[in-house]
């Protein structure tokens, strides 16, 4: 029962509560990385487009206290989406942090950095959060002495454990899933490389053509002029937040079931966002409507393998016209779908690499849908354990 909980500030259970460094060393080509709020991803950070400072920059920084250590929880406090990228530090670089970031480390003989890690994440903590703490206009931000003030409840140590090791067997699996999926993508890719872009010579019975030779590129609806009518149960509107997330949440706009039926979206349906930012996904966030700004892409002759990896083998290309637009929203429009080149093989080379290719995307399709609904069960779960309302011991997974 929560009266059996403990209630205390954030800072009376953690050690330590700072944030990174105030100044940003400039960059170099050879040396350590240091991290800012856009390199987070759901459990760690992403290294590959991670900036580097010099090793003296980054020892200086390691003095003043700006390089986590392993269980440390960081948390963006900076900018749109703060308090939104959480996670517990596990990876082995380490590397030097911006101010942007927050860093909490745990007094263990209180509260464990798995149990506050969900603490933190649960939807009314959060919601407390940007009511209570964002402060400034232009950029809001969390300063520390607020994080020092925030209120946590939590029980004995051997019943965080208890909560911790629920919700981590459904993160773990969805981990899992996600890395498998990040293999299997890396296979189809470096097929479809071989077979289509490193190559001397276009095969015998192969031929040139476009991205519009190879399927339909459907635009959304200004979903405005749709909404839910009376008592209706509105849809989910896809737009450019909820496919870069992968999900649509609460905030997501609504609209009609009366819309068309092509415009309605389903798990495996291929999106490419032609307006704002640039991205092209295989959609498993369930159905929802699509919205302008995005296209719906299929076809009557090819499967989803092969005008998915030629429409994500021209976003870079497409990413670099947008930014060459004078406008304040760089766009792609259907001429440039026209213009980028792709090569279709002869139907029997055609049938043999789908043999390949289709198992694979649907096997990435299947882990992506399970591990939403995995995420969907953690997220039902997590403000029940969190407050006491349920008992662990009456989880079973």
Same mark, same amino acid.
């Given at each position: 029962?929560?009266?059996?909980?403990?209630?205390?500030?954030?800072?009376?259970?953690?050690?330590? =509560?700072?944030?990174?460094?105030h100044?940003?060393?400039?960059?170099?080509?050879?040396?350590k990385?240091? =991290?800012?709020?856009?390199?987070?991803?759901?459990?760690?950070?992403?290294f590959?487009?991670?900036?580097?400072?010099?090793?003296?920059?980054?020892?200086?920084?390691?003095?003043?206290?700006c390089?986590?250590?392993?269980?440390?929880?960081?948390?963006?406090?900076?900018?749109?989406?703060?308090?939104?990228?959480?996670? $517990?530090?596990?990876?082995?670089?380490?590397?030097?942090?911006?101010?942007?970031?927050?860093?909490?480390?745990?007094?263990?003989?209180?509260?464990?950095?798995?149990?506050?890690?969900?603490?933190?994440?649960?939807p009314?903590f959060?919601?407390?959060?940007?009511?209570?703490?964002?402060?400034?206009?232009?950029?809001?931000?969390?300063?520390?002495?607020? #994080?020092?003030?925030?209120?946590?409840?939590?029980p004995?140590?051997?019943?965080q454990?208890? &909560?911790?090791?629920?919700?981590?067997?459904i993160?773990?699996?969805?981990?899992?899933?996600?890395?498998?999926?990040?293999?299997?993508?890396?296979?189809?890719?470096?097929? #479809?490389?071989?077979?289509? &872009?490193? &190559?001397?010579?276009?095969?015998?019975?192969?031929?040139?053509?476009?991205?519009?030779?190879?399927?339909?590129?459907?635009?959304?609806?200004?979903?405005?002029?749709?909404?839910?009518?009376?008592?209706?149960?509105?849809?989910?509107?896809?737009k450019i937040?909820?496919?870069?997330?992968?999900?649509?949440?609460?905030?997501?706009?609504?609209?009609?079931?009366?819309?068309?039926?092509?415009?309605?979206?389903?798990?495996?349906?291929?999106?490419?966002?032609?307006?704002?930012s640039?991205?092209?996904? $295989?959609?498993?966030?369930?159905?929802?409507?699509?919205?302008?700004?995005?296209?719906? =892409?299929?076809?009557?002759?090819?499967?989803?393998? #092969?005008?998915?990896?030629?429409?994500?083998?021209?976003?870079?290309?497409f990413?670099?016209?947008?930014?060459?637009?004078?406008?304040?929203?760089?766009?792609?429009?259907?001429?440039?779908?026209?213009?980028?080149?792709?090569?279709?093989?002869?139907?029997?080379?055609?049938?043999?690499?789908?043999?390949?290719?289709?198992?694979? #995307?649907?096997? $990435?399709?299947?882990?992506?849908?399970?591990?939403?609904?995995?995420?969907?069960?953690r997220?039902?779960?997590?403000?029940?354990?969190?407050?006491?309302?349920?008992?662990?011991?009456?989880?079973?997974?």
């Amino acid at each position: 029962m929560t009266y059996e909980w403990n209630h205390s500030t954030i800072n009376d259970v953690c050690v330590l =509560v700072t944030d990174g460094s105030h100044s940003s060393p400039k960059s170099v080509n050879d040396g350590k990385y240091m =991290v800012s709020v856009k390199d987070f991803t759901d459990y760690g950070f992403d290294f590959a487009s991670c900036r580097m400072i010099s090793n003296d920059d980054y020892e200086t920084l390691k003095r003043n206290g700006c390089v986590p250590q392993i269980d440390d929880i960081l948390i963006g406090k900076d900018g749109a989406r703060f308090f939104e990228d959480i996670i $517990i530090y596990r990876q082995r670089e380490k590397p030097a942090l911006l101010s942007s970031i927050a860093i909490l480390r745990c007094d263990k003989s209180k509260i464990l950095p798995d149990f506050l890690y969900y603490v933190l994440r649960t939807p009314s903590f959060r919601q407390d959060v940007k009511d209570k703490y964002g402060s400034g206009s232009a950029i809001p931000r969390i300063i520390l002495k607020d #994080f020092k003030r925030m209120m946590v409840s939590y029980p004995s140590l051997e019943k965080q454990q208890a &909560i911790i090791s629920v919700l981590t067997a459904i993160d773990s699996k969805i981990q899992a899933n996600t890395e498998i999926n990040d293999n299997l993508y890396a296979q189809a890719k470096a097929i #479809f490389d071989n077979h289509f &872009i490193n &190559i001397d010579a276009i095969p015998a019975g192969w031929r040139k053509g476009n991205l519009l030779d190879i399927a339909n590129y459907l635009n959304g609806l200004a979903m405005q002029k749709f909404r839910p009518q009376g008592n209706e149960i509105g849809l989910p509107v896809l737009k450019i937040k909820e496919l870069r997330q992968g999900s649509c949440d609460d905030s997501s706009e609504l609209c009609s079931l009366r819309i068309k039926p092509e415009y309605i979206i389903h798990d495996g349906d291929v999106i490419f966002s032609w307006s704002g930012s640039l991205l092209v996904d $295989i959609w498993c966030g369930g159905t929802c409507g699509l919205n302008q700004h995005l296209f719906k =892409v299929t076809s009557d002759i090819y499967d989803k393998w #092969f005008y998915y990896l030629w429409t994500a083998h021209h976003l870079a290309r497409f990413i670099a016209i947008a930014a060459d637009k004078a406008t304040t929203m760089g766009h792609i429009k259907r001429e440039e779908l026209a213009k980028a080149e792709v090569l279709i093989p002869c139907e029997e080379d055609y049938t043999s690499l789908t043999s390949i290719m289709q198992p694979i #995307f649907e096997l $990435i399709i299947s882990n992506r849908i399970e591990a939403r609904k995995l995420a969907a069960l953690r997220d039902e779960l997590l403000p029940k354990l969190m407050s006491g309302e349920i008992d662990v011991s009456a989880i079973q997974l």
